[in-house]
């Protein structure tokens, strides 16, 4: 059996010590790069490598680019083989921010070609909370080759956005706070508020009051509620960077409506072409 969106603490406290199975810690913090690494320097559940969204999970800002473009697929490969994926490895993603940066590299993988790659439900925060191991030990690693095969038909670039806008068939969803989505404030980027036509579905909405992601019915029901007519595979997300977003594909995903893809520039790519257009409100 192979985890594809999911898993929860108890079942990767059994696979600790299991050497097909291979643990990444993504904690960021946007407004402090070096935050995930003292965390991880500070205790991590063991054996995880350290992935940071600027480094290892982006490649370098362009004047057109968002604040996190696509890594370059053989940079990222290269990488992952050095962690000691490859195919043959259950790969287990997590951050202490229910899922906002780790849900990046899940993505990424699955752009790459690797489907078994899982999110850790609740995060770093609910494995303390259980009082499952913790330690500040490099773990030991067996480099191998990671072989991508690369699926660019999962995301889009600001021309495609901007056609679909136009179309009844399609819906674009921003996942960021709302706040941010009507314009109101703006912490990140230089230009408030939202592409005209989206929805704003944030993705803490995925989650419930203790921070794991809601069930699957809840959440396919929170998502059709919005969809209506509109096929899976016909939405797009959105957030600030390409990062957040990602979030909502893996709860779709999850809830049995896969296929939706990615914006990767999203509103921090949007806003360099004054040319494109920006609404503001609900």
Not at 84 to 99: E, M, R
């Amino acid at each position: 059996m192979i985890f594809t969106t999911l898993v929860d603490t108890v079942t990767l406290a059994r696979h600790l010590d299991d050497p097909r199975w291979v643990v990444v810690d993504c904690r960021f913090m946007l407004t402090d790069p070096e935050a995930g690494r003292r965390l991880y320097a500070a205790g991590h559940i063991p054996g995880a490598r350290y992935a940071h969204l600027n480094e290892d999970l982006s490649s370098p800002i362009t004047a057109s680019s968002g604040r996190h473009p696509l890594p370059y697929p053989n940079t990222l490969a290269e990488k992952l083989g050095r962690w000691g994926i490859d195919k043959t490895k259950q790969v287990i993603v997590y951050d202490d921010s229910f899922g906002a940066m780790a849900a990046r590299l899940w993505w990424l993988l699955r752009w790459l070609g690797h489907e078994a790659v899982a999110l850790l439900d609740g995060g770093f925060p609910k494995w303390q909370r259980e009082k499952y191991p913790v330690t500040q030990e490099p773990p030991r690693i067996q480099p191998t080759q990671f072989h991508a095969t690369v699926d660019n038909s999962m995301w889009v670039d600001a021309d495609y956005v901007l056609q679909m806008l136009h179309k009844q068939d399609q819906l674009l969803m921003d996942v960021r706070a709302e706040e941010r989505f009507r314009g109101e404030v703006e912490p990140l980027d230089k230009i408030a508020g939202h592409i005209p036509g989206a929805i704003n579905l944030p993705y803490e909405d995925n989650l419930d009051f203790s921070g794991e992601f809601m069930s699957d019915d809840a959440l396919r029901g929170h998502y059709l509620a919005v969809l209506k007519d509109i096929a899976p595979d016909k939405v797009v997300q959105m957030c600030g960077s390409g990062v957040t977003a990602c979030h909502n594909i893996l709860a779709m995903q999850h809830a049995g409506l896969p296929g939706a893809k990615l914006y990767v520039g999203s509103w921090s790519e949007w806003i360099t072409d004054t040319q494109r257009p920006v609404a503001k409100g609900a």
